[in-house]
């Protein structure tokens, strides 16, 4: 199969979906409106949203079943990017080529486009969930969301990332950051495609594995790819370029073994874990 | 009945449970656990909450069926409180008293913190809220808190409210911001709380109305507390003291119209309502 197209279809079909449920004015105030949207449009890979309708897939449920959950994530990914760029966190002026969203339109207007792009994921989940399958998966795939964007996760491994030592730590410490500030949203997305495509329970707990270890893995990537051997918070300090590419190697595995029951049609699941691990690597 | 009983019971009700909910370290970072409790104990008046379970007694609901709901919101508001503050918005150092949570534990964390609070609001309703009833109920609330929380409502309000022109504009600029900063949250909160409740819709939206005028009228009651004729987006500027607190009553009649067919178990909610608009005026 190939992963490319993959992306580009899946990409697409999201990115209808984000625009019709992305605020225009007058419905809100225009600064507003183009705030939430310049981070949005045009995004990156979607690969959280393509996690989202392939785990949907790979328990054999239709792509369109997964469209809120795979819009929630996006929109959830993107508010956690535009405050980690604050003056006041990262202090970036460019991402993907562009200008920042508060050097575009301030700092009260970017954290408010933050703070609205994660109440408009859990509205679009909630709004268009409910046409997805049983309210029991939406409210399961809503639980997720929230706990992985919460101060136990993403927030929390923001907080830690921020203050990280420069100097000593151990791979335990970098992985724990990784875990709960990247993997536990990739997880989610994987875990609530699964939800709303109808997986038992049992199904449901091996995605969650596969999106942790997938999501640390793909970290781990992020890092060598950037040949971060200076960043406090990087694998490529402590273990050298081969030996993060072994470890994510080796994360890498143990997710595609938690598929083994799942498969032909976990195939572009799989596929889409093999990409994000070794894309250019 | 009385008021402040009820605002004191219920007060203490929600308390234990935000006393749960809230994350505690290991769990969590230390300083953002302190910076997510910083403004919610010792907490304001617990209006919103006591809305909601009033709320859901109106409709013959135990007081406990609103309760992650109650929460939800109180979390909800206090992050909006903790970003209201920030410097980069108007920059208060002191709040009910006590510096503000970005003076405590730095900007940054103070960003986090909020956004945690937000993410805990629909945490607690996603997963506590399966227990309080019919999972579309659940759902229903909880659309119905993101909705109240987007661009649409309190975020574009507080964007509309930065903007807002220090001269000229009239008393229906100054409501619109008033209804979607303040109003729709408290809206929120007796609807959330009807709706676990078990109301049907005909009550549901009477509910809405009476919780928008309601919180209209106690917004123009702040203004008039804090004869707020200098700022911006103040009706007191507009109508002065004494025609603002004219509208505020016109409201407040308007929103108990709203209950009329409710009979007896409605008198806490209709207490509340006055107690709202009236304190001190």
């Not at 080529?97 to 408010?112: K, Q």
């Not at 490529?236 to 595995?253: C, K, Q, S, W």
């Not at 976990?266 to 994000?276: N, S």
């Amino acid at each position: 199969m190939d992963v490319h197209a993959f992306l580009r279809e899946r990409g697409e079909l999201v990115d209808g979906f984000l625009e019709k449920v992305l605020p225009t004015s007058p419905g809100a105030p225009e600064a507003l409106c183009g705030a939430m949207r310049h981070l949005v449009f045009p995004g990156g890979k979607r690969l959280r949203p393509a996690l989202c309708f392939a785990a949907a897939e790979a328990v054999g449920a239709a792509p369109e079943r997964a469209l809120p959950m795979a819009a929630a994530v996006e929109l959830l990914h993107t508010y956690s990017l535009v405050h980690d760029d604050l003056p006041c966190m990262d202090d970036d002026s460019e991402r993907r080529g562009r200008p920042t969203v508060h050097v575009v339109y301030g700092e009260a207007v970017a954290v408010l486009a933050g703070d609205a792009l994660q109440a408009l994921a859990f509205e679009v989940l909630a709004q268009r969930g409910a046409r997805a399958g049983p309210t029991e998966r939406v409210l399961g795939a809503m639980r997720d969301l929230a706990v992985a964007a919460g101060a136990g996760a993403l927030v929390g491994g923001q907080v830690d990332d921020l203050a990280f030592p420069a100097e000593g730590s151990d791979p335990a410490a970098v992985e724990s950051v990784h875990l709960r500030k990247s993997a536990a949203l990739i997880a989610a997305s994987v875990v609530g495609g699964a939800r709303l495509g109808g997986a038992d329970a049992a199904t449901v707990a091996r995605m969650r594995s596969f999106g942790e270890n997938v999501g640390l893995a793909f970290q781990i990537a992020d890092d060598v790819l950037d040949r971060d051997e200076d960043g406090a918070c990087s694998l490529v300090r402590l273990l050298g370029v081969d030996g993060a590419r072994r470890r994510a190697e080796t994360l890498l595995a143990d997710a595609l073994g938690e598929l083994d029951e799942l498969g032909e049609r976990a195939e572009p699941l799989r596929e889409l874990a093999r990409f994000a691990v070794r894309r250019e690597i």
